[in-house]
């Protein structure tokens, strides 16, 4: 099974991001998944499978600026990260793709697991 998956940890408290909202969008910006992550910081399915995962260009959305006020994490107005997407490909829809976000107020980073 083919599968694509994300998962958040907040950098700046050392744990998951709970209740960050992520959505997924093709390349014409149609949302394609909507969710919210766990306590484990993961989405409770993964966001494409098998079919549904094909070649082609996708962006993840994270809302981290409403997660963090959630937090009680103080931020400058407006937040210096607010909405963070990551562009990226899927090459071979055989594969399975995990893009993790590690983020904090102030930073962010990525990159493409299996």
């Not at 408290?13 to 766990?38: E, F, M």
Request: net charge negative; proline share 6%; charged share 20%.
């Amino acid at each position: 099974m083919s599968k694509l998956t994300t998962h958040a940890l907040d950098t700046a408290q050392g744990k998951p991001c709970k209740g960050l909202h992520i959505q997924l969008l093709d390349s014409q910006g149609t949302v394609l998944a909507d969710t919210v992550t766990n306590e484990d910081g993961r989405c409770p399915a993964p966001l494409l499978v098998d079919g549904q995962l094909q070649v082609g260009r996708y962006t993840l959305r994270f809302h981290v600026a409403e997660y963090f006020h959630i937090q009680g994490i103080k931020l400058p107005e407006p937040a210096f990260l607010d909405v963070i997407d990551i562009a990226f490909g899927i090459a071979d829809a055989r594969q399975n793709y995990h893009v993790p976000l590690l983020v904090s107020p102030w930073s962010y980073s990525t990159y493409r697991g299996s």
